[in-house]
């Protein structure tokens, strides 16, 4: 009885979800392409955004086609998400574990702590101008520093008895990583994971604004110069689905690295 | 076992070490003639640059106007975000309609990265002071609502219950039990807000501005000077710090005051 249950209930929330889709269309159709109480001028109709879909899809626009502009843009956020966070968990954690590596990193860190991450922009370009390794560079700064800052505070709020079980078994070198600090400070890797994919992701988009070939900032860049309000659109939905769809495959790579945690 | 804390001697000696290796490194490779200073400046030639920038004008203006600027920005995005978030937080705990409505379309758009709305600001603003605002609004907007929200959430029923029991109106719920239970968390939200809102108002800089510490690293850059925009990274860094220490005074008072 129950699947059956849980599928009507899954069809009804579906059928709402579309219904109030709908309406949300049909005000906006209403207000901008009827009445025109907002001007086409400033906000798109549901229309020219179909259109603009058609044209971006299909025929390309601003350097390619959307998937195009959507694999360059998802796969540098993934490798610059990938390289900082491996590195900015491993060190929170070796921070966490060693008062030592402590006190000897932590004036840098806290010296590049407060710069936020659209702040390297500027720097990127300057340096590495408006190529792929400048989006790299500003990517990496933004995935650090949630990444590092979580990993450590998740080994510093590891129970004490854990730690005290694991001294008297006598726990050391890569068993104590594996089996004490790592499982320890997951969660709070996660939250810190979750943090670094959302700044870099915001930052790409930003670094795309400010200058590139090809991208979804780029789209954005493109539509703004060109005053096509409705492509505008199209790349904002763009950047928040895939942002959402990186969201969900880390919430999902979540729950498979801890099965144990209540969902 | 973690490692006992080491003597605050032990400490100080490890951190000076860890400065000076950084600080070292850079300046022999600045030194080191790979490339010319001005791609790769020495940290005091950053320090240099920063004092002249505090005196001399550029990009039309001194560093403190350029930070004026853009901390009257911040200001207004953030003010008009509070007050537009902690209302309407308020209104979605306590009417379950209003929050059916807003909260899908709350979340659609909070995944809109805020930088993504520069196309529109320049848009609708041109380069008047409403695009940046609406950038930083864009933001600062989703901690204050959602904290709001989840403060008023939490409140123990027995004070709603109370509170309907004896004929409170809408308006006085929400004000007298809602608002005073969400302080504290409204408050964390607002530390998270102005951080975004910092944040969010550097990047609108970048873009759609004249004026303002962003737009001074945008020149800098242009011309190639790095020391310039290593000098913006610094100052923009040190109002976030400042920003940061005001709302924990206020976060901490009221928590003291609580008697937490």
């Known amino acids: 009885m129950q699947p059956r249950g849980k599928t009507r209930h899954l069809l009804t929330a579906a059928a709402v979800t579309l219904a109030a889709l709908a309406s949300v269309v049909l005000v906006w159709h209403l207000l901008t392409a009827v009445s025109g109480i907002i001007s086409p001028a400033r906000f798109p109709t549901p229309l020219e955004v179909g259109l603009a879909v058609r044209q971006i899809a299909f025929d390309g626009y601003s350097n390619g086609r959307l998937h195009e502009h959507v694999l360059r843009s998802v796969g540098l956020v993934t490798m610059g998400f990938v390289l900082a966070s491996s590195v900015g968990v491993v060190l929170g954690l070796a921070m966490g574990a060693s008062r030592t590596v402590e006190a000897l990193v932590n004036p840098v860190f806290l010296l590049l702590r407060p710069i936020p991450p659209l702040a390297w922009i500027p720097l990127a370009i300057v340096w590495l101008g408006l190529g792929n390794g400048a989006k790299m560079m500003v990517i990496f700064f933004a995935a650090f520093v949630p990444s590092v800052i979580n990993s450590y505070t998740g080994v510093r709020q590891i129970d004490k008895p854990i730690f005290e079980a694991a001294a008297m078994l006598d726990v050391r070198g890569w068993r104590y990583w594996r089996e004490v600090l790592i499982p320890g400070a997951l969660p709070s890797i996660f939250t810190g994971l979750r943090l670094s994919l959302q700044a870099s992701w915001t930052t790409l988009v930003a670094a795309e604004l400010v200058g590139a070939v090809a991208g979804l900032g780029q789209i954005l860049n493109q539509a703004a110069q060109d005053i096509y309000p409705a492509m505008i659109l199209v790349g904002m939905i763009s950047v928040a689905v895939c942002g959402w769809f990186m969201t969900l495959g880390l919430v999902w790579l979540e729950r498979a690295v801890m099965p144990w945690k209540p969902r | ?260």
């Open chain 2, 1 to 260: 076992m973690l490692q006992a804390r080491l003597a605050p001697s032990r400490t100080a000696a490890l951190s000076a070490a860890g400065a000076a290796a950084f600080l070292g490194l850079w300046s022999v490779a600045a030194l080191a003639g790979i490339t010319s200073r001005d791609f790769l400046p020495a940290p005091w030639d950053v320090a240099e640059r920063f004092a002249q920038l505090v005196v001399e004008p550029f990009a039309g203006y001194t560093l403190l106007q350029h930070l004026l600027s853009s901390f009257q920005r911040f200001a207004t995005g953030f003010v008009l975000a509070v007050v537009v978030g902690i209302p309407l937080g308020l209104l979605m705990a306590w009417f379950r309609w209003i929050d059916r409505i807003v909260s899908p379309a709350f979340d659609a758009v909070r995944f809109v990265a805020p930088i993504a709305w520069v196309p529109f600001a320049a848009l609708w603003f041109g380069t008047g002071i409403g695009g940046p605002v609406l950038i930083i609004f864009m933001g600062a907007f989703p901690p204050v609502l959602i904290n709001t929200y989840r403060g008023a959430k939490n409140v123990d029923r027995k004070y709603v219950e109370a509170a309907q029991m004896l004929g409170a109106s809408h308006l006085r719920a929400m004000t007298q039990v809602l608002l005073p239970a969400a302080v504290p968390s409204i408050v964390a939200g607002l530390r998270i807000s102005a951080g975004l809102g910092w944040q969010s108002l550097v990047g609108a800089e970048l873009i759609v501005a004249s004026s303002g510490v962003g737009y001074l690293m945008v020149k800098g850059q242009a011309s190639v000077s790095t020391a310039t925009v290593m000098s913006g990274m610094v100052a923009i860094g040190m109002v976030g710090i400042a920003i940061d220490v005001a709302l924990r005074r206020v976060q901490q008072h009221i928590e003291t005051r609580r008697g937490h």
